[in-house]
């Protein structure tokens, strides 16, 4: 039975560009880069390469890009970096952060931090209007994802660095902005400078890289504390033996993401389009979470009424198709997305939530076998519910 994957917000395949990268580098780019002999002198030289054409894409400083081995690892380093040396004080995140950034939020509220959620609508988009109330000479840092990882909706990144920067002007304060743009780096415009932006994760998994390597974009000027010591590398702000054949793999995958990305973004908003109008069309009682506009062309969430999403995952994993609930990190606990409950969702429909996210390799006929395993997988599960009134 042929397999179809609908899971690429989770992660996606290996690149074959990146791949036969990859495994060239794993042969031959072993060496430490912290060593002095060729073999390391190598390793340094492609680790510098790497980091000069990261800075190219974001249009910032080499000396401003922080390799690290995943976006949940950039997101706790900006956190705990920036707090470790300070008083608590206040830090404001978005309802809708991924549990990385959340749990991590929670962890420094137990540290006596003042930890505000910036609440969204039911789109999914966070309140501007709540934000410029929150924001005080006390605040340290505003956090707010790009795109989210279960709605794809777009945040409103450039009208929030705005608020900031202005804010500190009028303030004489130096609140920071934080993004992270997992969802977003490689698929969909960044401007680094222009929004105002301090700090930005990104991550090579999400963009048909290997896993294992991620970036933390820091502005010079911003201080924070290592969550790793030892030999001092990344500017002693990372040290560990540095993957160098991962981060080459990241290169790879970001340069083939920049030079598709107007291409994907077009080929995957028409499927995307087509899907939503097929699903609300063709399924009584489907609901598209979020909206069409300011969404990512790759990522959508519906609910049906009447169904458990974790059921309507595996039956449609039964008939060949890999879908999740939500967070890859979070799916596997049965609870409501905390994401949907934000968006004023009742538990009901937020249990019967499905996420699907499209990637390279899918065609039109995918999408359309899909439906019609979808439409049946519904009303299978349907006539079992104890949420619906069989006649």
């Known amino acids: ?151 794809g909706m777009i945040q409103p990144i450039d009208q929030i660095g705005k608020m900031i920067h202005q804010y500190n002007l009028k303030h004489k304060t130096k609140i920071l902005f934080h993004t992270d743009a997992s969802q977003s780096f490689g698929k969909i415009p960044i401007k680094i400078k222009n929004w105002h932006i301090d700090l930005l994760t990104a991550s090579s998994h999400k963009i048909y890289g290997p896993k294992g390597a991620g970036l933390l974009y820091i502005k010079s000027g911003i201080e924070l504390t ?13 040290s560990s033996t540095v993957n160098v054949p991962a981060i080459l793999g990241f290169r790879e995958a970001a340069e083939v993401a920049f030079k598709r990305m107007r291409k994907d973004h077009l080929y995957f908003k028409k499927l995307k389009d087509w899907l939503v109008k097929e699903i609300l069309k063709t399924i009584p009682q489907s609901y598209l979470n979020g909206a069409f506009l300011n969404s990512s062309p790759y990522i959508m969430n519906f609910s049906f009424k009447g169904i458990e999403g974790e059921a309507l995952v595996g039956l449609l994993d039964y008939y060949g198709f890999a879908l999740s609930t939500g967070s890859a990190c979070s799916s596997s606990k049965l609870v409501p997305s905390y994401v949907l409950m934000a968006m004023g969702l009742k538990r009901e429909r937020a249990h019967s939530s499905l996420r699907i996210s499209l990637g390279r390799g899918l065609k039109k006929e995918d999408l359309k076998d899909f439906v019609k395993k979808l439409k049946l997988a519904v009303k299978r599960l349907r006539t079992i519910s104890p949420l619906i009134k069989n006649k």
């Open 1 to 151: 039975m042929k397999k179809i994957y609908l899971d690429y917000a989770a992660s996606t395949p290996l690149d074959p560009k990146v791949l036969k990268v990859l495994n060239r580098s794993l042969k031959r780019d072993f060496g430490n880069s912290m060593s002095l002999h060729s073999f390391g002198k190598e390793a340094a030289l492609i680790l510098e390469q790497s980091r000069q054409t990261f800075a190219h894409l974001l249009k910032v400083k080499p000396e401003e890009i922080i390799f690290t081995s995943s976006a949940s690892e950039s997101n706790n380093f900006v956190l705990k970096g920036l707090t470790d040396q300070r008083e608590p004080n206040e830090i404001i995140i978005s309802a809708i952060e991924h549990p990385c950034l959340k749990e991590t939020a929670a962890y420094l509220s137990k540290k006596g931090w003042q930890i505000y959620y910036l609440p969204v609508n039911k789109n999914g988009i966070v309140k501007l209007n709540v934000l410029k109330k929150l924001l005080t000479p006390k605040t340290l840092l505003v956090s707010v994802m790009h795109i989210n990882n279960e709605t």
């Open 226 to 238: 290592p969550l790793i010591h030892g030999g001092g590398q990344e500017f002693n702000l990372r």
